[in-house]
């Protein structure tokens, strides 16, 4: 009896280790059919590398609670997710086309965008694109320096060119606005993105132009950490045929209206001639805002979570936005701040008319959908990251949701350090005068009246001259 126990405990041994060393081949295997990278292929200094102790996401919660209770299993339900502070960016192939985006009409920007152009045609011999309307910049036509790079230059117009599968890197010469204008671009998979800090605010653009040259070079070589910026897609449908007006500001927003699917500006809008409705989908990167526009009456729009009301908005209108845009307009409107890295939707109303409304965070998977309530008094207004601005009437809906296309943005740092120095920099968050630390001998006693009250402290908005005044 004790044999045969002893036999059939190695034979369980046995097929254990055969299903492990079967797991482990498989995976192996996995790994060898993934397309090589450049990055894999080449040895990277450990001091290149990101090296943290723990996770950016939280720790893998506890499934039993209690002596008898679990969690249920769902298979179907398991997701992997990369910790963010590992996300780095690297290459299957060298990169060869690259995309400058430029603010327009700046003449500092002149002399930083042809030494970049130079830079990326002559020493890294790569094929540069920019778009049509930089390139007939009266400042950049008079540029006689210019000349010999303008015969190399691609160029395109936004709206009818699709440049997306022909793109591998976009580098962007500004302030946040030029981010969003990549983004706006790109309405599925996005190249990455390293935006340089030439403008008035730059929350979105961490890198200076003066070490441009060892910071793009290590970016081509597929070593630089990556944070992704989760986009909202947006799906509006209209319940008629689009009218003259409507097509005119798609148009003029650099949607056409064409039954085309796929990346590209022009894969924005199509017309479902099923059920007669048009429908408009777009990636935003930064916010969706709804507001009464220019009626003096409230806006009153219902918003639904999950196909199910959960209130309805009067007020100005409301704010949806993604962790990036958190730091734009809803911060503006009273919302937190929310790191890029957390996923999540931001939903802020703009002055509404209760007390009660504080903005709220949702989880990044839900659908949102808004539309105006029966009783509405007026029409509403919707706008995309500021831009293809639309009325929205009785019968239509706006549907939103997180896109499974995000922004990639080259990091400076990392992404953790690179926001809390865009806080401090560019809005200036806590920042307030410090206050001095007591002189010695100088306790918590002396605070106390003669008559057994307490005086004012120095944690006060006075406690400071009070301070002053004693030791005077």
Not at 125 to 146: A, C, N, Q, R, T
Not at 186 to 193: I, M
Request: glycine share 8%; hydrophobic share 35%.
């Amino acid at each position: 009896m004790a044999e045969r126990d002893v036999a059939g405990s190695a034979k369980r041994a046995g097929d254990a280790g055969e299903a492990r060393r079967g797991l482990r081949e498989r995976a192996e295997s996995q790994c060898e059919a993934a397309p090589p990278c450049r990055a894999a292929s080449r040895h990277i200094p450990a001091a290149c590398v990101s090296r943290r102790s723990r996770s950016l996401h939280g720790p893998c919660p506890a499934t039993r609670f209690g002596p008898k209770a679990c969690m249920m299993k769902n298979p179907t339900a398991i997701m992997h997710i990369q910790d963010p502070a590992s996300q780095r960016l690297t290459w299957s192939k060298p990169p060869l086309s690259v995309l400058v985006i430029k603010k327009i009409g700046d003449a500092k920007l002149l002399d930083f965008f042809r030494e970049l152009c130079a830079f990326l045609m002559e020493e890294k011999h790569m094929i540069v694109y920019i778009e049509k309307k930089v390139l007939e910049d009266p400042l950049l036509e008079g540029l006689e320096s210019f000349v010999p790079i303008r015969r190399k230059l691609c160029t395109f117009r936004e709206g009818y060119d699709d440049i997306s599968d022909r793109i591998d890197l976009i580098i962007c010469l500004g302030g946040d606005g030029t981010l969003l204008y990549a983004s706006s671009l790109f309405q599925e998979s996005v190249p990455p993105v390293m935006a340089f800090h030439l403008g008035s605010l730059g929350f979105l653009t961490p890198f200076k132009f003066e070490t441009f040259r060892p910071s793009v070079s290590q970016v081509i070589e597929g070593n630089a950490a990556l944070v992704l910026r989760s986009r909202l897609r947006v799906r509006v449908m209209k319940e008629r045929p689009a009218s003259a007006r409507d097509a005119r500001d798609a148009r003029d927003g650099g949607v056409t209206a064409v039954p085309r699917e796929g990346n590209g500006p022009l894969a924005g809008k199509h017309l479902d001639t099923d059920s007669g409705k048009t429908l408009v989908q777009l990636q935003v990167l930064n916010e969706v805002v709804i507001d009464r526009g220019p009626s003096s009456y409230l806006s009153n729009v219902d918003l639904y979570l999950d196909n199910r009301l959960i209130t309805t908005v009067q007020g100005d209108g409301l704010i949806v936005s993604t962790p990036t845009g958190s730091t734009a307009y809803s911060a503006a409107a009273g919302a937190s701040m929310i790191h890029p890295n957390v996923p999540a939707i931001l939903i802020t109303p703009i002055c509404p008319h209760s007390l009660s409304f504080r903005p709220i965070v949702v989880p990044a998977g839900v659908e949102l959908t808004i539309m105006l309530s029966p009783d509405a008094r007026n029409t509403a207004w919707v706008s995309f990251d500021g831009r293809r601005r639309q009325e929205i009437r009785h019968g239509d809906s706006i549907k939103i949701t997180t896109s499974c296309f995000p922004v990639p943005s080259v990091c400076c740092e990392d992404p953790v350090q690179d926001w809390f120095e865009s806080l401090a920099e560019c809005l200036h968050w806590n920042v307030r005068k410090r206050q001095c630390h007591l002189a010695d001998g100088f306790g918590d006693d002396e605070y106390h009246n003669g008559d057994g009250s307490v005086g004012a402290g120095g944690g006060g908005s006075g406690g400071d001259e009070d301070d002053d005044n004693k030791q005077g």
